[in-house]
């Protein structure tokens, strides 16, 4: 069965260094994702893509993250310059059609920790 | 804006027991979801259901529109059921922006 894949699994950096995080999702899906859990937190929206640009962002995406769909395969989460409270658990995921009506698929996420 | 409240927040019950956990949301929406968070942090979609009732083995997900009320239940839980379940819906109608419940950490001894 398909899956949504992320890289790495887990990544430590200093506070102000940039970090990339890697998904592949699901080939043939055109609806992709951002989500972000602190440790003990709800998870939360980052930002949502399709069609090569966002389509929806939250109050947390700031000008501190970008996405990018670099390949046609890759979909990847920058942080610019990275903070201790940007340590959480990152997941992407990917959908066939709009996401909020359809099935999303979870990659098994990247532990960022922050020093 | 929706807000999602889950119940009960933990759940701990015997290996063999029917489980219902309840999500209450607050706006209208035009589907919900309901996802597992296993203990090593990876999260797998359930249900994805805007009317009545879906069944995937021994889950069951119900959604009550007027209500703005959803539960999921598990017949015959096993302890590999233990793990965080959470309801999420769109913020405003038609968004792809989800908002997540809190989660029911659920527990089965066996």
């Known amino acids: 069965e398909p899956e949504v894949t992320q890289t790495p699994s887990h990544q430590v950096t200093q506070m102000g260094q940039e970090v990339i995080l890697r998904c592949v999702p699901i080939?043939?899906?055109?609806?992709f994702y951002w989500y972000r859990q602190i440790l003990g937190q709800k998870v939360e929206f980052l930002v949502s893509f399709y069609n090569n640009e966002i389509s929806e962002k939250s109050e947390i995406f700031d000008d501190q993250f970008s996405v990018e769909r670099p390949d046609g395969s890759n979909f990847t989460l920058k942080i610019r310059s990275t903070k201790l409270e940007d340590s959480a658990m990152y997941f992407c995921a990917s959908s066939s059609r709009d996401g909020g009506t359809d099935t999303q698929y979870f990659g098994p996420g990247t532990r960022l920790t922050v020093l | 804006k929706n807000e999602v409240e889950q119940s009960p927040q933990n759940l701990t019950a015997q290996e063999g027991e029917f489980i219902t956990i309840n999500c209450s949301y607050s706006?209208?929406?035009?589907?919900l979801h309901w996802l597992q968070q296993h203990p090593g942090g990876g999260i797998v979609s359930l249900f994805m259901?805007?009317?009545g009732k879906k069944k995937h083995g021994r889950l069951i997900a119900t959604i009550n529109i007027q209500e703005k009320h959803s539960s999921l239940h598990i017949t015959a839980s096993h302890p590999r059921d233990s793990a965080v379940y959470i309801c999420?819906?769109?913020?405003?109608?038609?968004?792809?922006?989800?908002?997540f419940g809190q989660g029911t950490r659920l527990t089965i001894n066996p």
């Open positions: 706006v209208g929406i035009s589907a």
């Open positions: 259901l805007s009317s």
């Open positions: 080939s043939n899906h055109l609806y």
């Open positions: 999420a819906v769109p913020r405003i109608q038609g968004a792809q922006k989800l908002v």
